[in-house]
């Protein structure tokens, strides 16, 4: 699945195609436009000239292309991009794994651009699968930043799981009930003459001159 990058497609464009796409190929998926801004502030190190993080979502957000914010004391935040934030049945376990943890999150995937100048990173992906962003976790060029679920994001993709997401009953395995006490035709039993000891290692045989 790709996602594009909703800053170079005008927001009414937007809300016509998902809706279309979606309806399309995934019938019960759902989707909404998710604002991710971008902090810049000064580098820790003088290798690094800045270090970027992302401080927040903005769920509805209409379509930005690291628009500033706001500019302070050398910390700037960037409205940096707008990608849809879509919730699929297949990947409902995910979300409630998710709903589960002591701070429910959004994950969003930065990638490195290094031909963007000043600024050196797009906005590849936003997901509320842990799996997913998990797969992004081993790239070099890829960073995954975590952010808090908005109360108004959480209630959303909670009736997205009541409404999909159905746990699989346990069930416990029968154990085979062989008995184990009994023993093959008398092999190995003292009380059974035997012509030789099955057991045993073949004895080599004496060849004679």
Known sequence: MVLCNLAKIPHHQYNHRKARDLKLAYP???????????????????????????SSV??????ADWKIMRSEGGVTEFHAATLPLTLYVSDAEAYAHE??????????????????GDLPWTVALVTASPYEAQDYCDSAEELVEKITMPDGL????????????EEEAFVKRRRDKTRLDRVDNGIGDARIR?????YRAPRRKEVSN
Not at 99 to 116: C, F, G, M, N, W
Not at 154 to 165: G, L, P
Not at 194 to 198: A, E, G, K
């Open 58 to 63: 903005l769920p509805g957000a209409v379509a």
């Open 154 to 165: 959480h209630s959303w993709i909670a009736s997205f799981v009541d409404n999909y997401y």
């Open 28 to 54: 019960n998926a759902q989707s909404l436009p998710l604002g991710v801004v971008v902090r810049r502030t000064p580098g820790a190190t003088r290798w690094a000239k800045f270090a970027w993080t992302v």
């Open 194 to 198: 035997q012509t030789s000891d099955v």
């Open 99 to 116: 709903l589960q943890a002591r701070t429910p999150s959004i994950y969003v995937v930065l990638r490195q651009d290094e031909q963007a």
